[in-house]
């Protein structure tokens, strides 16, 4: 996991996610299992939102995935991971702070796992050596904090 800046979100968050989460929230509540879609928003395509920031998400992370710093992703393996999962924190579902660029395999890892405790890549201060260090004589990860 390395660090990354998140940019200014596309125009479009700026503009309209308030009124999709308000939309998202409102079919939950009428039905718990309501499909999530990206919304389209107006360009010359009428491309699906998340089609549109993808390559604005996995720049920053020089498409690398943002959870285990995979690379290179396969084609059609990027996916936009919603960090608080949109199940339990409807009110994120579209907050461009709560999306990250992650591999398939890191999306289907993680599902709707979520812990108060989970490091942000984007997080102001983060950096991976704070908290974790390589045994290269074993090859494995080791928990900074147990290793003191």
């Known amino acids: 996991m390395r660090p990354f800046n998140r940019p200014a979100p596309m125009a479009a968050f700026t503009e309209k996610w308030k009124e999709w989460t308000a939309n998202w929230i409102k079919r939950r ?3 718990v299992g309501a499909k999530f879609y990206w919304p389209r928003y107006p360009n010359a ?3 699906p939102i998340n089609q549109q920031m993808t390559p604005i998400l996995f ?3 020089e498409w690398h995935c943002a959870y285990c710093d995979g690379f290179p992703l396969r084609n059609n393996d990027e996916t936009i991971d919603h960090f608080m999962p949109k199940s339990k924190y409807p009110q994120l579902a579209y907050a461009w702070e709560n999306l990250f660029p992650v ?3 890191c999306q ?4 709707e796992q979520f812990d108060e405790l989970l490091l942000k890549p984007d997080e102001e201060g983060f950096d991976f ?3 974790f260090i390589v ?3 074993t090859f494995e990860l080791l928990d900074r904090k147990s290793t003191r």
């Open 29 to 31: 509540e009428k039905n």
């Open 45 to 47: 395509k009428g491309t």
């Open 59 to 61: 720049g920053v992370t």
């Open 103 to 105: 591999c398939s395999a």
């Open 108 to 111: 289907t890892a993680k599902m």
């Open 129 to 131: 050596q704070n908290y």
């Open 135 to 137: 045994d290269y004589i």
